[in-house]
């Protein structure tokens, strides 16, 4: 069913060959490509796909859905190889992709859902140089976060996965108090762009007791940038 559904498709392939896995040789049959990521991912994929295909291309001036997927991409593999360093299990840190891959898809759900709003929302933070969830809140009295992490609920998603993506801009307000995949989502969100100075909660990671590991985490995330252009 996954190869009869070409957005999927194209989705599963572009990312079973990016430099994340690092594959010898290049995957262009889908069913291996599954093998491969696993159903978890797959799940990731398929539902950010279905997003991704309702969104037309050039609607709003200052937001692009191709740096958006791209973002998404490299916060999912952050987060897990951030996880995997602390030692999580296997599933804890495919929880921790999953998250990263759908951690801001929100965006595009108020997009299609709400385009006016969500241009109004787009600007308010370029004109005020706030982060969108605020604008979000001032002129939606809703955030994308809350949003999606709503509907991943309903559709019977992990809660891992729920509460990663509902506080990943704001992890103190979440009752969860040690390392977890929100944690691993909050540092990949604002470390896999360069754009850790405004978004990184540093009171949080000290709270939890891992602030001491932010350096190390700074290091995979350059590596990891490294490897994506090479």
């Known amino acids: 069913t996954v190869a009869q559904d070409p957005g999927i498709t194209a989705k599963i392939l572009q990312v079973a060959n990016s430099a994340a896995f690092g594959l010898a040789e290049t ?51 952050l ?37 006016d709003e969500f241009e109004q929302t787009l600007a308010l933070a370029k004109q005020e140089n706030v982060p969108l969830v605020q604008a979000e809140q001032e002129i939606l009295g809703a955030t994308h976060n809350g949003l999606a992490a709503y509907l991943f609920g309903l559709w019977g998603l992990p809660a891992a996965i729920v ?38 909660n540093l009171d949080y990671l000290a709270e939890i007791g891992v602030a001491h590991r932010l350096d190390d985490w700074r290091t995979t995330a350059a590596e990891l940038r490294m490897e994506a252009v090479a």
């Open 27 to 77: 995957v262009s049959d889908p069913v291996d490509a599954v093998q491969l990521l696993g159903m978890t991912t797959v799940r990731s994929l398929a539902l950010s796909a279905q997003v991704f295909s309702s969104f037309k291309p050039g609607q709003f001036k200052d937001f692009s859905a191709d740096h958006l997927w791209s973002h998404l991409m490299k916060s999912g593999e």
């Open 79 to 115: 987060a897990r190889t951030i996880m995997r360093q602390e030692r999580l299990a296997f599933s804890e840190c495919e929880d921790a992709y999953t998250a990263g891959m759908l951690h801001d898809i929100g965006q595009l759900m108020l997009a299609d859902s709400l385009p």
């Open 163 to 200: 509460e990663a993506v509902a506080f990943q801009s704001q992890p103190e307000k979440s009752d969860l108090k040690q390392f977890s995949a929100l944690t691993a989502v909050h540092v990949a969100n604002a470390l896999c762009d360069e754009a850790e100075a405004d978004n990184l």
